[in-house]
């Protein structure tokens, strides 16, 4: 699109999270006039950590916040998996994207603050939970719970994996749950009994148990990641210390004492759902972005860095396509078979062979549905 038509553009986002803020930040760099409607009356993420991959961060260098990013987390070069008691089973570097080598580890937290902070004074408002979404073909009406509405030229629903815009728009079909539950916390450095002494990420596996040690040295934390085969698929379930415990027998004896140790009133307990492909993102006002449009396990760490890659192709779509609804098409032409391959690979975990050795004669759900 010409310039002066990407100024005159008018974006509303629906949704501040990771795939909001980033499309706000790349859409306002063109010159539209983008606003961000998010539901919650304060913004807060929970205590974990994640990775950002050097693809990510060579998005966050073209958008001139590279400084911003690196300089709340930590660069890391590699990632291992183990046994429950520490056996090496593969080391792997990162993947190289340019001549960014580094995957830098981040505090969930601190990502969404620095997203939030690049952007304009005042294009964010919050308090506007999404009633509905009318699509009136050249644009689109939002209405929010008080009455309040907006209308433009372009609505991306960045609205997370219980998408309001999904479901009245592009598909009713609700979240999936994966048979398994995750349970977050973030420690000291001096709670992890030495088990974190670099950069690296690790992975623990054993019988229906995986454990994440993810380091954020510059804040010296360590973000602690249990996830466990369980059939409660309550989405906030109940869950005690013996329970944690449970799930990490036969592990390191130093993974059992940090769970032991664990605060519960500090950890984030959530049963794992995904959703299944859909089939359109966009029509020709309205678009789906991050996870509104592809949620997806987290067992390839690639949520948060799907939803900056959409924001970035989404931006390249607008500024190459001759319309907006030439570029939506664009995007999801882009888009949609990488992250259509990412949430399977991820819904399966593991390859068939790896997923018979670690989890002998107990598949997770997502892989033994597939029999």
């Not at 919050?126 to 509905?132: D, M, P, T, V, Y």
């Not at 420690?187 to 690790?202: C, E, F, K, N, T």
Request: charged letters at 25%.
């Amino acid at each position: 699109m010409q310039l002066s038509d990407l100024k005159n553009l008018k974006i509303a986002v629906v949704g501040a999270g990771y795939g909001g803020a980033a499309a706000a930040k790349a859409l306002s760099l063109l010159g539209a006039d983008v606003n961000v409607y998010e539901q919650a009356a304060r913004i807060r993420e929970a205590g974990a950590g994640i990775g950002l991959r050097p693809s990510t961060m060579n998005r966050f260098r073209e958008w001139g916040i590279f400084d911003a990013i690196a300089g709340v987390s930590s660069p890391s070069e590699c990632f291992r998996i183990l046994t429950p008691t520490g056996g090496p089973i593969m080391k792997e570097a990162w993947p190289v994207s340019g001549e960014q080598t580094h995957t830098h580890l981040i505090h969930r937290g601190d990502f969404i603050d620095a997203l939030l902070g690049v952007l304009p004074e005042g294009m964010v408002h919050l308090g506007h939970r999404l009633e509905s979404v009318q699509d009136k073909g050249d644009s689109a009406v939002l209405t929010f719970a008080g009455g309040e509405s907006a209308e433009a030229d372009l609505v991306i629903g960045a609205d997370g994996i219980k998408s309001v815009v999904r479901r009245q728009l592009f598909s009713d079909k609700g979240p999936v749950f994966s048979g398994e539950h995750a349970y977050r916390a973030v420690i000291s450095v001096d709670d992890a009994y030495g088990m974190v002494v670099d950069d690296d990420l690790r992975m623990y596996i054993g019988r229906g148990t995986k454990i994440y040690l993810l380091p954020l040295r510059h804040r010296d934390q360590v973000s602690f990641d249990i996830t466990a085969l369980c059939p409660d698929g309550t989405w906030t379930p109940q869950v005690t210390k013996d329970d944690l415990l449970a799930t990490v027998e036969g592990f390191d004896e130093r993974l059992v004492d940090i769970t032991r140790n664990l605060d519960m009133d500090t950890v984030n307990i959530r049963a794992v759902y995904d959703i299944d492909p859909v089939g359109t993102w966009h029509s020709d006002s309205v678009v789906l972005l991050g996870d509104a449009a592809h949620s997806m396990l987290h067992h390839q760490g690639q949520g948060a860095n799907s939803a900056v890659e959409d924001a970035g192709a989404l931006a390249d779509a607008l500024r190459e396509a001759a319309s907006v609804p030439e570029a939506l098409a664009l995007f999801q032409a882009t888009r949609k078979p990488v992250t259509d391959k990412l949430q399977a690979i991820s819904r399966q975990g593991w390859a068939e062979d790896e997923i018979d050795e670690v989890f002998p004669g107990q598949k997770p759900a997502a892989a033994a549905a597939k029999d």
